[in-house]
Nanobody
């Protein structure tokens, strides 16, 4: 079975940094677009950043220039480096393996990021 496990969340002050990691087991992430999503209370889950197999990336406008997604296929791991964190970044952050045709998406259980003084 495919399992995605996020870690690295926590409490950080505004302007601080955190690095989230997501380790996949049960599959190789090599063929897949991998992404980070987040969901704040009372809001819908939104895309934060994705990285395609070939390395191209897309970021939400709200995090462009502050967040960086990276991956190491050999380690079955993706990261989200978050800099200059702001209170509006507070959310549960989820790792996602985007599906290929005829396949299913896989989600991690999430890691909480709280930005507050």
């Amino acid at each position: 079975q495919v399992r995605l496990a996020e870690s690295g969340g926590g409490l950080v002050q505004p302007g601080g940094s955190l690095t989230l990691s997501c380790v996949a087991s049960g599959n190789s992430i090599r063929p897949y677009t991998m992404g980070w999503y987040r969901q704040a209370p009372g809001k819908e889950r939104e895309l934060v950043a994705v990285m395609m197999r070939a390395g191209s990336t897309h970021y939400a406008d709200s995090v462009e220039g502050r967040f960086t997604i990276s991956r190491d296929n050999a380690k079955n791991t993706i990261w989200l480096q978050m800099n200059d964190l702001q209170p509006e970044d507070t959310a549960m952050y989820y790792c996602k393996q985007e599906p290929l045709a005829t396949q299913e998406a896989y989600w991690g259980q999430g890691t909480q990021v709280t930005v507050a003084s």
